[in-house]
């Protein structure tokens, strides 16, 4: 066992991590679970990791998919709903 030091910020992040982890997990995860399961993620899917966070492509300020002060009422839905909605898949 060891210690890691978080700055308030990555400790917000690491937090809703974990609150994620543990919906898909149906189970609370401590911190050290937490981020073993995060370093598990990030070895067996590198490509999905950007070189920095500034290589992160953000969205165009002009982008009206991105344009938060449109919201949208869907009702109940699932992943296939989005899809098919958002992007025409079916």
């Known amino acids: 066992m060891t210690t890691i030091r978080l700055t308030p910020r990555q400790k917000s992040k690491l937090s809703k991590a974990s609150l994620i982890l ?10 050290g679970d937490a981020v073993e399961a995060l370093a598990e993620f990030a070895l067996r899917n590198r490509g999905l990791l950007p070189e920095s966070a500034d290589d992160i492509e953000r ?3 002009d982008d009206p998919f991105f344009d938060r002060s449109l919201t949208f009422d869907f ?3 699932d992943e296939r709903t989005h899809d098919r909605l958002l992007y025409g898949r079916k």
Do not use: E, Y
Not at 22 to 31: D, K, M, N, T, V
């Open 75 to 77: 009702g109940p839905t």
């Open 59 to 61: 969205p165009r300020d």
């Open 22 to 31: 543990a919906s898909l997990r149906g189970r609370r995860l401590s911190q």
